[in-house]
């Protein structure tokens, strides 16, 4: 197949003056080029495209790809996840991962919370602070958590999300939306294991690929999987392999996973990240449906090595899964453009 590849470059970002806070999420020279050398490993031919206007522009030009592998996260807004797919759904082009709304609604970490609720799977309680006089009406037994409600890779979290007192909320809650400009998760703390779990696969194809608890070393960031604990994880954090057969709270956590994968209606691969109460019960806490991909610093593709499945196995899982999409879309796309408009 022809595979176009869209994404957010860093370096590019960075060159044309964004700050390193704002492109924490996008990717590396080298994820791109690990891709492009599996896909043609796989007898694809890859096809740069790069960001979403980059897309557009190629759409009106030459853009007639067979499947689009989509690991743009875009630059602004909560539904900046959302912008390839909605653009490849308008042009009838299958693509890799979820659709425009399960990427809107899973960056919105509490309606992502409210949905998998409803679906009854276990997460903390939690309040959104659009403004500092929402704190009054929390009603929330400390120790709480807080975070950007719209943020991934770890960004806004330290070792201060977790606090104690009101006080300290309000400081941390101030500091937040003043900086990232949109509102506050707040949920309670749950003080045990935290998993991750990988998932490969589409509604009820969808399965566990395994999972790892994320030990931090001494010299991390307390109390939480942060942004600087991600970007420096090769020496502040332990990644170990657990299985459900030898450990029942790893089973939990891999139904909760697969359940919430389900209930949102993510495809083809991501990660869930969970965390245990005080009695060891396993919690969502939130889905990454447009997991980080780069071979060796990536959870997903760290977890896979640690299974045996090299990042070349990973990236076909993830193609063969989204090729089932690729005769509806050019069916779809038949029927959208047979009069023109």
């Not at 176009?4 to 970002?13: A, I, N, V």
């Not at 929390?138 to 979290?157: Q, S, V, Y």
């Not at 447009?290 to 090595?305: M, V, W």
Request: charged share 25%; with cysteine; aromatic share 6%.
């Amino acid at each position: 197949m022809r595979i176009g590849l869209t994404y957010d470059l860093r370096q590019e970002y960075l060159t044309a003056g964004f700050s390193e806070d704002e492109t924490a999420e996008f990717d590396r020279e080298s994820t791109v080029e690990a891709i492009e050398q599996a896909l043609t490993q796989l007898g694809h031919q890859p096809d740069r495209i790069g960001h979403a206007r980059q897309l557009v522009s190629r759409l009106e030009r030459d853009g007639d790809w067979d499947l689009v592998f989509n690991i743009a996260e875009g630059l602004s807004g909560i539904a900046r996840e959302a912008q390839v797919p909605a653009i490849l759904d308008l042009y009838g082009i299958a693509y890799t991962f979820s659709d425009p709304l399960v990427m809107a609604l899973s960056l919105h970490k509490a309606m992502t919370k409210t949905v998998v609720a409803a679906s009854g799977v276990p997460t903390p309680p939690f309040a959104v602070i659009a403004h500092l006089p929402d704190l009054d009406r929390i009603d929330l037994p400390f120790p709480l958590f807080a975070k950007p409600l719209a943020e991934g890779t770890g960004k806004g979290i330290s070792a201060v999300s977790k606090v104690e007192d009101s006080a300290t909320l309000k400081t941390v809650c101030a500091e937040l939306l003043a900086r990232y400009q949109q509102p506050v998760l707040v949920e309670t703390f749950l003080p045990g294991r935290e998993f991750t779990t990988g998932i490969l696969g589409t509604g009820s194809s969808a399965r566990a690929l395994g999972t790892m608890e994320v030990l931090l070393r001494k010299d991390a960031e307390a109390h939480a999987y942060s942004y600087v604990n991600k970007e420096h994880c090769e020496q502040l954090v332990d990644y170990q392999l657990v299985r459900p057969e030898s450990d029942q709270r790893v089973a939990e956590a891999e139904a909760v996973a697969i359940a919430a994968w389900r209930a949102l209606g993510c495809r083809d691969a991501g990660r869930v990240d969970l965390r245990c109460d005080a009695s060891g019960r396993p919690s969502f806490i939130e889905v990454n449906p447009l997991a980080g991909l780069h071979p060796e610093h990536s959870d997903l593709p760290i977890l896979a090595s640690k299974i045996g499945m090299s990042f070349q196995e990973l990236i076909k899982h993830i193609v063969d899964s989204a090729a089932l999409r690729v005769e509806d879309a050019r069916r779809s796309k038949a029927r959208r453009f047979r009069k023109p408009l």
